[in-house]
C-alpha cells in the first residue's frame, strides 16, 4: 500500500495506491512512499482543482456488488451535472436511502463523484471535512451552481 498528499482548495487529501489501483482519498495528510500511479493521480486532481480536468483516467477501486453499481452510476454523472438520489435509486433499482448509504461510504470522494448527487428537496450530505459547504465548493468548481436553485 502506497500513500500520497496534496493539499487542495479543500485542505490536504491523502490517496492510498493498493495493488496498482486508486483505493482511498482521505481527508488529512499521511505519509507514505508515493508511487507512479499515485503521481499520476494527484497530477490529475490538482489538475481538477485548477479546472483543466473534468474526467479522472485513473484505474480506481469501485469495490463489489450494490456499492460497485452506486459508484460507477456516480461515475457516470457528467462534470457540471448533478442527479438526484432518487434518480439514481430508479437507475439501479434500490430505495433512495440505500443510496444516500452508499454515497456517503464512497472511499473515493472526488475521483467518484459523490458530490454530485442531491437529495430530492436539497443538497443532502457530504461525508468529506466541511460537509457540505465542501460539496457546494466541488459543485461551484464544476459549474453546477445554478443547478442547486
Not at 492510498?16 to 488529512?28: K, N, R, Y
Not at 432518487?86 to 443510496?99: F, H, K
Not at 459547504?133 to 436553485?149: C, D, R
Request: net charge positive; glycine share 12%; aromatic share 6%.
Amino acid at each position: 500500500m502506497n500513500r500520497a498528499s496534496l493539499i487542495t482548495p479543500l485542505g490536504p487529501v491523502t490517496l492510498t495506491e493498493t495493488a496498482g489501483m486508486i483505493t482511498a482519498l482521505d481527508w488529512h495528510a499521511s505519509p507514505g512512499a508515493g508511487s507512479p500511479l499515485l503521481t499520476e493521480a494527484l497530477r490529475q486532481l490538482q489538475a481538477y482543482f485548477d479546472r483543466r480536468l473534468t474526467r479522472f483516467d485513473l484505474p480506481l477501486d469501485f469495490g463489489s456488488g450494490f456499492q460497485a453499481q452506486v459508484r460507477h452510476a456516480m461515475t457516470a454523472i457528467p462534470y457540471g451535472e448533478t442527479r438526484r438520489y432518487g434518480d439514481l435509486a430508479r437507475e439501479i433499482g434500490v430505495p433512495a436511502q440505500a443510496i444516500g448509504q452508499a454515497c456517503g461510504a464512497n472511499p473515493l470522494p472526488i475521483l467518484i463523484p459523490c458530490h454530485r448527487v442531491l437529495a430530492a428537496n436539497g443538497l443532502g450530505g457530504f461525508s468529506a471535512k466541511g460537509g457540505v459547504e465542501s460539496k457546494v465548493f466541488l459543485l461551484k468548481l464544476e459549474g453546477a451552481v445554478s443547478l442547486l436553485i
